[in-house]
């Protein structure tokens, strides 16, 4: 039987998410955005491209057109070229900026807001020839290569396909004039690449999904890391398990200490307890010596039995006292009243004053 702590079978917690994140371990697949961009270069090519050529064109043609100026110097020379370089430029604006926009949104889409400035420093393992020449022979770059080679394939037989499907065509420009053959080519050539860029995006998807699917596999945690992260994150459970017990046995020297110093205890009957006191020559309201629920009620009622203490079932009051008054605190003016029915009873029970009383909670 396999061992358990070596097992991943826990899922990733929002923690392990969040480190791998920072650490720069995200799902993505550098093939999809390759694939969008070939793809929207393209279409953008076929919209933009016999503009940006004509503009390309006209430039070039009212330079040559230009007569020869032998007093230029080298200054003017830098303004005309900086000019010329702004015209092309502004050509090839909307090509260069829907690339980058796309770039972006694809980016953004595989991986979020994403900062890594440590990842921009210079990583020598990175280089080291003995580790390269490893990870040449992992599994992931194995498998890459064999995914590289069917992509490879996948274009060669679309770009050979394309070619047949216009062999005819091909073999009839030579008797076209030179704008044929030029607008034959580039839908030839627009056609073949977007044919391709679809291609390459259907499998890029595909890897996509595998890169999720690994993701995912790595980020799984076995018995072990799950422990240790709790140690991190939460502390170390049985430092935590101790604590718990100082803080019960805390609680309950409390309760033994101060549960028999009280006139009464106030029930629910059995789910709440409440221990009060009142000395109307300290007090000018009784107070809550100890409070609890469930164990800590059962406890609080079985050291009143053991002290002769009377133990008064109102379930009101008692639920009343447990929600708004803390142990130490006073009670609130709006139960005196019920307070006071119990510690009248308790007083005739005890033969005390009942004067005493009345008047002290009156005041």
């Known amino acids: 039987m396999a061992d358990s702590a070596g097992d991943k079978k826990h899922e990733a917690t929002d923690y392990r998410r969040q480190k791998a994140r920072e650490d720069g371990n995200v799902a993505r697949s550098q093939d999809l955005s390759s694939a969008v961009l070939l793809l929207i270069g393209v279409i953008l090519l076929d919209f933009t491209g016999p503009m940006m050529f004509q503009i390309m064109a006209h430039l070039v043609s009212d330079e040559l057109e230009k007569p020869f100026d032998p007093s230029a110097d080298a200054r003017s020379a830098i303004i005309q070229l900086v000019q010329l370089t702004g015209k092309g430029g502004f050509a090839i604006l909307p090509l260069m ?12 889409a595989q991986v979020g807001p994403l900062w890594l400035p440590d990842k921009l420093g210079i990583d020598f393992s990175r280089i080291n020839p003995i580790s390269g020449f490893q990870r040449l022979f992992t599994i992931v770059n194995v498998s890459r290569l064999g995914f590289g080679m069917i992509k490879i394939g996948l274009v060669f037989g679309i770009l050979l396909s394309g070619v047949w499907s216009r062999w005819d065509s091909i073999l009839a420009l030579g008797s076209t004039n030179i704008e044929a053959v030029g607008q034959f080519v580039w839908t030839t ?3 073949l690449c977007r044919n391709v860029a679809a291609a390459l995006l259907v499998l890029s998807v595909i890897d996509y999904g595998f890169q999720r699917w690994k993701y995912e596999q790595d980020l799984m945690m076995t018995d072990e890391e799950l422990r240790e992260e709790m140690k ?26 101060d549960v028999p110093k009280a006139d ?46 009377p133990i008064i079932e109102r379930k ?22 019920a307070v006071a029915e119990v510690l009248k009873y308790v007083y005739q029970v005890q033969g005390k004053s009942i004067a005493d009383l009345t008047k002290a909670l009156k005041q």
């Open 97 to 108: 900026g829907g690339m980058l926009l796309t770039s972006l949104v694809v980016h953004y």
């Open 189 to 191: 050539m627009i056609d």
């Open 232 to 257: 991190m994150t939460q502390g170390d459970p049985q430092i935590k398990s101790r604590r718990r017990k100082v803080q019960r046995d805390l609680a309950a020297q409390r309760l033994n200490s």
């Open 264 to 309: 009464v205890v106030v029930t629910n009957p059995t789910e709440l307890a409440i221990a009060l006191k009142y000395d109307p020559l300290t007090m000018k309201a009784p107070i809550v010596l100890a409070k609890g629920a469930s164990l800590v009620a059962a406890r609080i009622r079985k050291i009143a039995l053991e002290n002769g203490i």
């Open 316 to 337: 009101p009051l008692a639920q009343a006292l447990f929600k708004q008054v803390e142990i130490g605190h006073p009670i609130p003016v709006t139960e005196y009243a």
